[in-house]
C-alpha cells in the first residue's frame, strides 16, 4: 500500500519537472494554520529533525512540498533533496534549512513578501511514514514591519488554491489554548469542505492550557464534528528548540504527557505525533486509492488534448525536406486565399456570431450606413428660396422671363448632385476596411508558426486591395460627374414643368376652397350676432358688396403666370393708372426720375442692404416651383446612385479581389529562392511545441505508473 504515496511522489516529481503542478490535482496534505499555531513543530516531529526556517514574523513565505519516503534499513543514512537541484543529496539538515531559506529569498524576494512557487523537498529516512504534505504560510492579519499591506489577502489566496484542491487532505493546525470559534485554520477549511469529510483537525499546545481547563471535548469531537477527528500534540517548547532537545526525547515527554494527564489519559492512544503521523498515513493511502480512477481518467483526457495541440503546431521546419517545402507553402497559400474568399462568401466555419464580418459587413455596409447616408441627405439642403430667386434673376439677364429659365434649374440641381459624391466614396473606403480586416484575420495556427509567411501574404492581399481601391474609387466619383454631366428633363420618372405647374396649381385651389370656407363661416357667426332688422339692413349692404367684389372676373394661375392677367397685377408692366396718369413729359424730366429710381435700386441692393427686398407673388410661385423640381431630380438621381454604387464596388473591388488573390499569392511568393526566409519558423513556437512535447511525456509517464499500479 506504501507503493501507493511512492507512486503519488513520483507523479508531483513528474508534473513539476515542467510546471505542470496546475493541471493534476493530486492527492496531499495540505497544512494549513495561523501563524505561530505550531505548524513548523508538528512537521518536524513528523520528520523528527530541525530543518524548517525559523524566526519572528511570517518566515514560510513559499509553499513547500515535503515528500517524505521511508527507508526500509532501520540504520540507513537520512538525507535530504531538492528538485530544483538534481543530482545533489543533503545529509546535514543544517544545509536543508539554509537551502530552503536561500530558495525563498531567490523569488520571494530580501523582504517579508510571498510566492506562489512551491519549493520541492524530499525526505529520505527510517523515522517516517510515506507521506506527501505542503507547507503554507501561516494566516495571518496585520502586517508587520516590511510586509505588504495587503499580505492577508495574498496569504489567504495563496492557501485556498490549495485546499480547493478537492483530492487534498486539509491538516487544520489550531493552537488549544486559544478559543476554537477564533480558529483561522477552521474557518478557511469549512469554506471549501463544509462538511468536513477531508479535514483533520489537529490541537497543539495542549500542555500550555490553564490549570483546570482541557479540550476533551474537541478531541472527542462533541465540539467540533469533523469526519476524521482531532488528534492533540504536544511540541517543543521554545526553550526546548533553543536547548536542542533530541527529538526522541520530545516524542517520550508527549507520551507521558497524555498517558498521565488525568483528562486525556483516556484518549492517550489517540493522541501524539506518532499517532497522527499513521493516521495520515492511512488517510492519504485510503485517499489515494480512491482517487486513483478519477486521475487515469483526467490523464486520458489530458494526453488527448495535447496530442491534439501538438499537432497543430507540426514538425519543426528544419526537419522537412527540401522537396516537401513548395507544396506546403503552395497549401498554405491556397488555405490563406480561400479563408479570405469564405468570410466575403459567408461560408467559413470560424464566423464570428458577436459581430458582423465579412460579406454580411458589407451588405449593411451597402444596405444600412450608406443608404441611410445618401437619404439624410435633403434635395434642397443648403439652398434657400433667397439662392433661388437669385439663381433665376441671374439666368434672365436684363430681360424679364415670361417661363421660368431651364437654365437657372440646371444651374442649381448640379451642385445638389455633388452633395452624392462623399458618401458615396466613403461607402468605398468602409467595404476596402473591409476587406483589409478579413485579410488580417484569414490566420491558421499552423500559419502563425510562420511569422514571414504571415506578413507576406497580409502585405500582398493588402498590396490588391489597394490598387483596387484607387479605380474603384475614380469610377464612383465619375458615376456622380456623368450624372451632372446631363441633365435629362426627359426622364420618365421626372415631374417636368407641366406636372410641377400642375401640382402647385392644385395646392393653390385647395388653399382658395379653405380660404373661402373660413370667410364663410366667419360672415355666419357675424350675422348671428346682430338682431333681425339690424341684420336685414348689414345683409343688403353685404350682398351689394358681395356682388360688386364678385362681379370682377378672376383669372386663372396660368393665366396669370403666362402673363393672362390684367395689367394692374402685372408689376412689370406698371399700373394702368400710372400710364394713363404720365403723358409725354420733357425728356430731362423722365431721365431724371428714372436715375433717381436706379439710384434707389441700387442702394438697396447693395451689400449695406438693411432691408430685405420683399419677393412678389409671380417670384415665390417660380421658387416653388424650382423647388419642386429640383426634389423631384435629385431623388431620381439619389435613387440611381444608391443602386450603381453597391455594385461598381462589388464588381471593381470586391470580386476582382476574391477573384485574383490566389493567383497574386502564388505569382508573388511561391519563389524557390524565397521557401527558406518564408519558413523561418517563430521561436515562440518552437518553445510551446517543446514544452507541449514534454508535457506530453509527462502525462504518458503518469498514466502508465497509474496503470502499472492498478
Known sequence: MNDLIELTNKLQAVVSSVGADNTLDLPLITVVGSQSSGKSSVLETLVQRDFLPRGSGIVTRRPLILQLVTLTQPDAIEYGEFLHIKDKKFFEFEEIRQEIERETSRLAGGN??????????RVYSPKVLNLTLVDLPGLTKIPIGDQPNDIEKQIRSLVMDFISNPNSIILAVTPANSDLVNSDSLKIARQVDPEGKRTIGVLTKLDLMDAGTNALDILSGRSYPLKLGFIGVVNRSQQDILTNKPMANAL?????????HPAYKSVAARCGTQYLSKQLNTILLAHIKEKLPELRTKLSTLISQTQQELNQYG??????EPLHRGPMILRMLTKFSNDFVAAIDGTSSEMSTKELCGGARIYYIFNNVFGHALESIAACSNLSNHDIRTAIRNSTGPRPSLFV???AFDLLVRPQIKLLEAPSLRCVELVYEELMKVCHNS??????RYPRLHQRLVEVVSELLRERLSPT?????????IERAYINTNHPDFLGAAGAMANLESESKKKKKVESKRRQHQQQQNRMSFDIKENGNINENETNSDLSGTSAPKDSFLNYFFGGAGKNERPALGSQEMMTKVQYAPPMSVNSMMESEMIKKLEQASLNNEGPIVPTDREELETHLIRTLITSYFNIVRKNIQDLVPKSVMHLLVNYSRESVQNRLVAALYKEENFDELLQEDDTISSEREKCKAMLNVYKQAFEIIKNAM
Open 112 to 121: 517579508k513578501g510571498i510566492s506562489r512557487m512551491p519549493i520541492h523537498l
Open 405 to 407: 429659365p431651364e437654365l
Open 473 to 481: 474609387s475614380s469610377y464612383v466619383e465619375s458615376l456622380i460627374s
Open 252 to 260: 517520550e515527554a508527549e507520551n507521558e504527557f497524555f498517558q498521565h
Open 443 to 448: 490566420d491558421t495556427k499552423e500559419l502563425l
Open 315 to 320: 514538425e519543426p521546419t528544419r526537419t522537412t
